[in-house]
């Protein structure tokens, strides 16, 4: 059949779908499949009717339709999906040929499929797609990362519909090798998790310690938007605070308090503690997660357990809500330290060459994080490519010195009323860690070698030097291996 089409796209859910229409409006044409064929016609006779999109009945005729290089876009759940699918289309590709997948893949999996898809002679790219079902329609963040020869292939329809900054910028490029791709995404979920939990943490406080209706948040969170704060998430915050249902009911007071997942943030978690990274903010915020998800126990522990009554705010609810607000932002910056060490570190350890400010840059569009923040980080390592922390930097360091009083003060007041805060107080805690110039590990040490040997250094000795000590007296002068978090 004639070669129609500039890339095929198999899997019609929603995000699937939109990517679909998105390259689409931007002069490309796609084929398109489902492995429930009754997908490719309602969406060929429905959304896409009338449009340069060709529905496939078949991965031959899908493959068939493509001009070479041919280029396949996975959209499909994560997991034995995605190798199922590689496996059958190897030998429908030919050399050259590119596999994409645009699904939430776990980064060691991608690049696993690269080297495998690789050593076929076919190329691979894994992509983070950020920005939900607006988001892939309108402009996603995309993330690509895999085969380096497959980018040029893909450059032109990656950066055509993605998102776009203000002087006009796309928010795609090219990450790095193998997982490089999904990992940064990885991470901006992680992020994605604790800016969430922040701002529910806010809420909280709002509504059981200052006693604000839902209008007044609204309010709040609207005037939040205007300034440091501006973000995608602020904004439907705003907006969720606002709605209605048809019988003037706040939806939100009627939403269960159970969270779930996919993955991701604990996916980034469990990546910290594989490279020693303190990533305790976005790990508290998974953990928040996991706990509201024990309603029952939680409800049932409420009648048993006992705490602080919320006290009446008898204060000015203006000052502290400006404290609420810098503290929501330095525990914020905390939060994207984070993860910007847990990159820097998985960089040296994966040896990808990662643009840190690129990655902000992508960030700043399309995807769920995106917020005017992003342009200070941008910047900050645009200043210093070699910034060993975010915090570092001279503008994210004022910052937090101008928020830390109002920041120590939103804690205690929830501490003291019995309102959990656990990324807001898990920032502050980190920040105070990484500040310290000495820490209690020198005891840790000492009870290491007590019971298990694990030997110590000593400040009067130079670094790399290991000792023993007998605490016991009769213990023996055999040593444990070292280790080392």
Known sequence: MEKISDIGLIGLAVMGENLVLNMESKGFHVSVYNRTIQKVENFINGRGKGKKIFGAMSLEELVASLKRPRKVFLMVKAGQAVDDFIERLIPLLEPGDVIIDGGNTHFPDTARRTAYVESKGLLYIGTGVSGGEEGALKGPSMMPGGSPAAWPLVKPIFQGICAKVEDGSPCCDWVGENGAGHFVKMVHNGIEYGDIQLICECYQIM??????????????????????????????????????????????????????????????????????????????????????????????????????????????????????????????????????????????????????????????????????????????????PELANLMLDSFFKTKLADAQQSWRNVIAQAVMNGIPVPTLSAGLEYYDGYRSKRLPANLLQAQRDYFGAHTYERTDKPRGEFFHTNWTGHGGDTVAGTYIA
């Open 207 to 384: 509504k059981e310690y200052l006693g604000m209706t839902n209008h007044e948040m609204h309010e709040t969170f609207a005037e939040w938007n205007r300034g440091d704060l501006d973000s995608y998430l602020i904004e439907i915050t705003r907006d969720i605070l606002a709605k209605k249902d048809d019988d003037g009911r706040y939806v939100l007071d009627y939403i269960l308090d159970t969270a779930g997942q996919k993955g991701t943030g604990k996916w980034t978690a469990v990546a910290a503690l594989d490279e020693g990274v303190p990533l305790t903010l976005i790990a508290e915020s998974v953990f928040a997660r996991c706990l509201s998800a024990q309603k029952d126990e939680r409800v049932a522990a409420s009648s048993i357990l006992k705490g602080p009554e919320v006290a009446k705010f008898t204060g000015d609810r203006n000052v502290f809500l400006e404290d609420l607000r810098k503290a929501l932002f330095a525990a914020k910056i905390v939060s994207y330290a984070q993860g910007y060490a847990l990159m820097r570190a998985a960089a040296k350890q994966y040896n990808w060459n990662l643009n840190y400010g690129g990655i902000a840059l992508m960030w700043r569009g399309g995807c769920i994080i995106r917020s005017v923040f992003l342009g200070k980080i941008k910047e900050a390592f645009d200043k210093n």
